[in-house]
Every structure is written in structure tokens, then in C-alpha cells.
């Protein structure tokens, strides 16, 4: 029997039958990994500050209503950033006072809901901050708002994912003339306004770049506060991004040396004159999922062995659109769910859309696979298959929780059940077959 928790429950997939005609790929998410994540965050804080944390996890990263809810029990609150993922939070039972507002582009109607439900909103810009002036005039009790701000202290390794370059389109840009003394007046002409926000990280980042961004925005606090003569900034939102090794099992960096490096970096912020609100996705979910895709057929093309699998586009969006930003690791299983071994090939592990660049991983050194084979895609478990791209009308596959008792036996529980035929037929105008014909 295997023993590494992630082939205990392969093996237990497939002798369960989570595979099969029907649904040959499917999302497995390990529920002791994510808790134990979700605990390494909340002590990686609380060893370095006595200050009030609320962790606010990126619905982003994994807009999955059962996920929201386990991370709430472990203590967590929800970072939502569009009317959907607000309703997914509010569908998990996460309180309006565990929720934080970010999205970029709050429509008036998005912020009277915020308001009115009383969730903290960051603002992400001066005409953002007109707009809550006027929903604030005369709310005796308005939620705590915040401006965020771009430290503009520069990006990481994956362009689209710097937040904090000269040019992002993120929040207040604080290095760009006038920003600083404006920002300063802002919190002067609003005794609302009681926190600043930053997210300067995500994957690419390195770790000092995103304390970088923290210590300029506590600066800011601080300049903010001896302006205003009395402690008006009274909470600093440092965003997430740690960022995750998708290279090996090793899991670097830890939210402990996170936590260690901000508190010697900036430890005026963690001296307990200010709360804290953190907004991790990817870190908490990302190495505890993993995608598993029967191999249908086997060929060569030009000698080179490729296996044509069930995971592609539909489920790895970044890695096939951009490989070498989003490598993705595959471990290859036999027929039984039992690792395979045997001498490496390089392997082409293809997905099911029409399209040549619908590949998981080119030339994979792998023992040779054959049709009925597994292929893992490991360390899926955020922004990947809950992140469904409809390519070739391929359905959402299902989502499962996986518990490994100490018996070493295996508990599914469905987070999500896979799409069928008819709801996607249903959600592509199928009931209105004849809207076009009739005009
Ligand atoms: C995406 C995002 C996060 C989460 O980023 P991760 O890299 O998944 O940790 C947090 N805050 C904001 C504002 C974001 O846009």
C-alpha cells in the first residue's frame, strides 16, 4: 500500500470508480492539507504579532463554495472582488466582518451592497473614493474603508502577474507626483477612511520585493497618522502572493519566514498599534489539489511519443497558454491507480481541446504510458480546475475532497459535481434555439 497520502488517494479513485466513461478527468483536493495550511498562516502571525489578524482568503484562487467554508471553520475569512465571488462567500457562511472588498471595478451597485451589508471596502481609486463619499453621507455606521495603493517597488518573474510596477493598473500609484500629499489629504478631508491597502506580491514575486511594498505603505500609515494628529489609519491590508514552489514537494517559501522576514522588515507594523488583514489564494490551496485524466490513446508523431489524456485547456488554462511561466508537474499512475515505474521517455501529456498547443507537458521524461493510464497534474489545487475555461464545450469536471484515515483508508466527499451534457446545453442558449431564426 502506498503511503504518501497524494498516491493513497489515486489509487482509492480509481478502485472507487471517480474515473470513468463519463467523467474521465476529475479534481481532487486533500482536506488535511488545506487545513494544515490554513493553520501554518494563522501561528506564522500570531509568533510575530499580538495585533488583531484577519486572514482573508482570495476567493479567487478557489471560487469553490465547500473550500470557502472549510477555510472559515479553520478560522479564515473570505478577499472577494466581484458580485460573484461575494455571493460565494455569503453562500459559505462567511460574515460580513470576515469579508473585505477589493474588485477593481466596483460598479455603484456593488458598493451600496458592500455598504449596506457593512463588509470593509478597499477603494482602488480617487474617483472610487467620490463615489463612496456620497453612498457615506450621513451612514452612522459606515463599514471600514481603505485606499489601495501601488507601491510601485517593482515586479517579479511573470509580468502579468507584477501588481506592483510603475505602470500597474492596481489602485493608487504612490511614487507618481502629487500621489503621496494627495493621498495624505484624502485621509485629512475623510475620518471614514481608516486603512490602507496593498497586495504587491503573487507568484514570480520574490519575498523582500513584497515586504519592500509592505514597509512603504506602513510608511504612508504613519505619515497619514502624525498628519492627522490621531491614529486614523488603524488597520493595513497587506494583500497575499506568497508565492509556491511548483517544482518539487518541498514547500518553499513558508508563511513563517513570510511572517519573520515582514516583522524584521517593518516592525512598527506589528507592534500592535495596527490590525492586520492578509489576502493569501494561491499558497493556501495550491500544492493540496491535483487533477487526474485517463490516458485514451497512445501514438507517436515525428518519434515522439505523445499520450492523449482528458486534462488540457479546460483545466490548465495558464500552463497551456503559458508554459514556461506555469510548468506544471505529472506523475503517471497504471491502470490501477498504482504508481508506474520503469525507464523514462519523453513524453508529449496531451489534452482532449482541438488545438496543436493543447499540451499539459512537451517532451516529460515519464515511464511510457499507455491507453487506461492515470496522469496526475499535480499541484492544481488553486487557479487551475476551479478556473474552467469552456474550450470545445468541455464540462466542468467534478471536484472531491479526499480524507485518508489512519487505516489508510480513503473518504471522498463531492465539493463539486461534474457538468453534464445538458447543462451545458442549458447554459448556451439552449432554450432559445430559434432567438436568431425568427428575426
Ligand atoms: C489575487 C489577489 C490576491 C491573492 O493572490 P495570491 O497570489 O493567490 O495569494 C490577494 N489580494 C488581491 C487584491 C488579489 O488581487
Redesign the pocket.
Known amino acids: 500500500m502506498a503511503s504518501d497520502p497524494r498516491d493513497q488517494a489515486v489509487r482509492a479513485a480509481v478502485e472507487h470508480a471517480l474515473l470513468s466513461d463519463s467523467e474521465p478527468v476529475v479534481a481532487l483536493l486533500d482536506i488535511a492539507g488545506v487545513r494544515a495550511s490554513a493553520a501554518a498562516l494563522r501561528a506564522a502571525f500570531a509568533a510575530v504579532t499580538d495585533a488583531p489578524v484577519l486572514h482573508a482568503f482570495?476567493v479567487?484562487?478557489s471560487p469553490l463554495v465547500p473550500v470557502l467554508r472549510l477555510l472559515y471553520e479553520e478560522g479564515l475569512g473570505a478577499?472577494v472582488?466581484s458580485p460573484g465571488e461575494l455571493a460565494l462567500a455569503r453562500a459559505a457562511g462567511v460574515p460580513p466582518d470576515r469579508t473585505v472588498l477589493?474588485s477593481p471595478a466596483k460598479t455603484p451597485a456593488e458598493l451600496r451592497e458592500a455598504v449596506a451589508l457593512g463588509i470593509a471596502v478597499n477603494a482602488d481609486n480617487p474617483q472610487e473614493l467620490a463615489r463612496l463619499d456620497a453612498l457615506l453621507t450621513g451612514t452612522a455606521t459606515p463599514p471600514p474603508v481603505g485606499l489601495r495603493v501601488n507601491a510601485q517597488v517593482g515586479g517579479g518573474t511573470i509580468e502579468a502577474l507584477s501588481?506592483a510596477t510603475d505602470t500597474s493598473k492596481f489602485g493608487v500609484a504612490l511614487r507618481d507626483e502629487g500621489a503621496r500629499e494627495w493621498i495624505v489629504r484624502a485621509f485629512r478631508d475623510r475620518p471614514w477612511l481608516t486603512r490602507l491597502h496593498t497586495?504587491s506580491?503573487?507568484?514570480g514575486v520574490p519575498l523582500p520585493l513584497m515586504a519592500a511594498g509592505v514597509r512603504a505603505v506602513y510608511e504612508l500609515a504613519e505619515e497619514i497618522n502624525r498628519a492627522a494628529g490621531r491614529h486614523q489609519v488603524d488597520t493595513v491590508d497587506i494583500?497575499?502572493?506568497?508565492p509556491v514552489n511548483f517544482a518539487s514537494d518541498d514547500e518553499t517559501p513558508t508563511y513563517a519566514e513570510y511572517a519573520r522576514l515582514l516583522a524584521a522588515e517593518v516592525p512598527g507594523l506589528f507592534d500592535g498599534r495596527y490590525g492586520l488583514v492578509t489576502?493569501?489564494?494561491?499558497?493556501l490551496l495550491a500544492r493540496h489539489g491535483t487533477v487526474l485524466a485517463r490516458v485514451e490513446y497512445t501514438k507517436t508523431s515525428g518519434a515522439r511519443p505523445i499520450a492523449v489524456t482528458h486534462a488540457g485547456v479546460q483545466v490548465a488554462t495558464r500552463t497551456v497558454y503559458d508554459p514556461a511561466s506555469w510548468p506544471l508537474r505529472i506523475a503517471a499512475y497504471d491502470a490501477e491507480g498504482l504508481p508506474k515505474t520503469g525507464p523514462a521517455v519523453d513524453q508529449d501529456v496531451a489534452g482532449p481541446a482541438c488545438f496543436a498547443g493543447d499540451l499539459l507537458a512537451v517532451a516529460r521524461p515519464l515511464p511510457p504510458l499507455a491507453p487506461g493510464d492515470v496522469v496526475a497534474a499535480l499541484d492544481t489545487g488553486?487557479y487551475y480546475f476551479a478556473h474552467h475555461y469552456a474550450y470545445n464545450s468541455l464540462p466542468r469536471p467534478g471536484v472531491y475532497g479526499y480524507a485518508v484515515r489512519p487505516d489508510g483508508t480513503v473518504r471522498f466527499a463531492t465539493v463539486r459535481g461534474p457538468q453534464s451534457a445538458a447543462e451545458i446545453v442549458a447554459e448556451s442558449g439552449g432554450d432559445r434555439r430559434d432567438a436568431l431564426v425568427r428575426e
Not at 239 to 242: E, K, S, T
Open positions: 482570495a479567487k484562487a478577499e472582488a477589493d501588481t497586495h506580491g503573487s507568484q494583500g497575499g502572493g506568497l489576502e493569501f489564494g494561491r499558497s488553486a
